[in-house]
């Protein structure tokens, strides 16, 4: 049986060959060649490493299999993070945001919110991560505040899967579905 596994964080191409659920060879990128685990997997990594036809294919894997990979991985991610209101300002009541972040693997999500670029740590409250049930994590965060005329109120979210955070700026004209 053959597996393989991508890491988009850091970019490794991990080939593994497994036998009764046993690593007996494996190809990491990072090495750039096998590396047998067994006595059949060392002599199998020995007869692979020295045809040069079987190692540039393997090593040319981060770039075709990974990166490719990792640029849809990306793409799908730039829809799951929402901004909407949550309360509107009347009286004496503030107006809260909500920023929702949702289809994250692995946990580890940082949502935080800043006002005309500078990161607001008052009026915060979020929740804790939560498992959807289908190994992907949401949170959701909530920003209580007052509405000043030209103000920018943005929500960051960042996540070991992402190369930068997404950064979603809060237009009260713009309809909720937007």
Same mark, same amino acid.
């Given at each position: 049986?053959?597996?393989?596994?991508?890491?988009?964080?850091?970019?490794?191409?991990?080939?593994?060959?497994?036998? @009764?659920?046993?690593?007996?060879?494996?190809?990491?990128?990072?090495?750039?060649?096998?590396?047998?685990?067994?006595?059949?997997?060392?002599?199998?990594?020995?007869?692979?490493?020295?045809?040069? @036809?079987?190692?540039?294919?393997?090593?040319?894997?981060?770039?075709?299999?990974?990166?490719? @990979?990792?640029?849809?991985?990306?793409?799908?991610?730039?829809?799951?993070?929402?901004?909407?209101?949550?309360?509107?300002?009347?009286?004496?009541?503030?107006?809260?945001?909500?920023?929702?972040?949702?289809?994250?693997?692995?946990?580890?999500?940082?949502?935080?919110?800043?006002?005309?670029?500078?990161?607001?740590?008052?009026?915060?409250?979020?929740?804790?991560?939560?498992? @959807?049930?289908?190994?992907?994590?949401?949170?959701?965060?909530?920003?209580?505040?007052?509405?000043?005329?030209?103000?920018?109120?943005?929500?960051?979210?960042?996540?070991?899967?992402?190369?930068?955070?997404?950064?979603?700026?809060?237009?009260?004209?713009?309809?909720?579905?937007?």
């Amino acid at each position: 049986m053959k597996s393989s596994y991508i890491s988009v964080i850091d970019m490794v191409f991990v080939d593994n060959y497994i036998f @009764n659920k046993d690593v007996y060879i494996q190809f990491n990128s990072t090495v750039g060649e096998y590396v047998g685990y067994t006595a059949h997997g060392v002599y199998n990594a020995d007869l692979w490493n020295k045809d040069t @036809n079987i190692l540039q294919q393997e090593r040319a894997e981060v770039d075709r299999y990974c990166k490719h @990979n990792a640029e849809l991985y990306q793409s799908i991610l730039i829809s799951p993070v929402k901004l909407s209101s949550v309360t509107q300002a009347g009286g004496r009541h503030p107006a809260v945001l909500m920023c929702s972040a949702y289809r994250f693997y692995p946990h580890g999500i940082k949502v935080s919110w800043m006002r005309d670029g500078a990161v607001v740590k008052t009026d915060v409250t979020s929740t804790e991560e939560m498992p @959807n049930g289908d190994w992907y994590y949401q949170i959701h965060s909530h920003l209580e505040y007052t509405p000043k005329s030209g103000e920018k109120i943005s929500c960051a979210v960042d996540h070991a899967g992402l190369t930068k955070p997404i950064i979603i700026d809060w237009d009260p004209s713009l309809p909720e579905s937007e």
